[in-house]
């Protein structure tokens, strides 16, 4: 079956650190890559996504690049601030899988990001 | 529309209870998720509806569990006797049919605790 492994947390970083959060993936069809995030007492937000191999998200600063032969998916920032501090998860969706894989994102367990001032 | 509403928001029972939370999806999206969110873990898969039809289940969906989604707007997730395992962040989300999951949008959930 599809599974996402993201790197474990906790992180602790100082404001305007480089941010890097390390996803790879496991799915028997072409999966599309999402990096979600979760600010404290709120919802998931979607952060960026890829679709295709070699595709590169990017929103906010962040950035993120679907590479097929690693089969992964690294969250990256070049100068994080305070308010960046959040939950990050992974997950893919496969919707060329089976039926069950093209209705469901699968997640990682999620990685939380503290910046110091 | 501001997204998708759930409520409540947070919801204290005890062990053995029946509790039920409720989804507003955004208006204009046919699709609709569940999921499950334990403490320290991303979310898990629940159930899926495109419309009013329940068309995916996970095993862990356990027959005590129970989602509708009447006339294909709002949904209802339902736990009958509930055991403190069921304490959870429950989530949903909403897209659209076009765009699938590239595009979901998610709730703020609503964190269950059972005494």
């Known amino acids: 079956g599809n599974s996402v492994t993201q790197m474990e947390g906790p992180v602790t970083l100082s404001e305007e650190a480089f941010l890097t959060i390390n996803c790879t993936y496991t799915?028997?069809?072409?999966?599309?890559l999402f990096w979600y995030v979760q600010y404290p007492g709120e919802g998931l937000q979607l952060l960026l996504k890829?679709?295709?191999?070699?595709d590169k998200g990017s929103n906010k600063g962040f950035e993120a690049t679907y590479r097929k032969e690693t089969t992964s998916f690294h969250l990256e920032k070049g100068s994080v601030q305070v308010s960046d501090s959040a939950v990050y998860f992974c997950?893919?969706?496969?919707?060329?899988?089976?039926?069950?894989?093209?209705?469901?994102?699968?997640f990682g367990s999620g990685t939380q990001l503290t910046v110091l001032p | 529309d501001t997204g998708v509403s759930q409520d409540p928001r947070h919801k204290i029972t005890k062990r053995g209870q029946n509790v039920t939370f409720r989804c507003d999806p955004i208006?204009?999206?046919?699709?609709l998720y569940w999921y499950r969110q334990t403490l320290g873990q991303g979310p898990e898969f629940l159930t899926y509806?495109?419309?009013?039809?329940?068309?995916?289940k996970s095993r862990l969906l356990s027959d005590r569990f129970s989602a509708e989604r009447p006339k294909g707007s709002f949904s209802t997730l339902e736990i009958q006797r509930t055991e403190q395992g069921d304490s959870a962040m429950y989530l949903c989300?909403?897209?659209?049919?076009?765009?699938?999951?590239?595009?979901?949008?998610f709730g703020q959930g609503t964190r269950l605790t059972v005494v």
């Open positions: 890829a679709t295709k191999a070699d």
């Open positions: 799915a028997t069809g072409y999966p599309s």
């Open positions: 989300a909403s897209s659209p049919k076009v765009t699938g999951l590239t595009e979901a949008f």
């Open positions: 997950a893919l969706s496969d919707p060329f899988g089976t039926s069950g894989s093209a209705r469901q994102l699968t």
């Open positions: 509806f495109q419309n009013e039809a329940q068309l995916e």
């Open positions: 208006s204009e999206h046919n699709r």
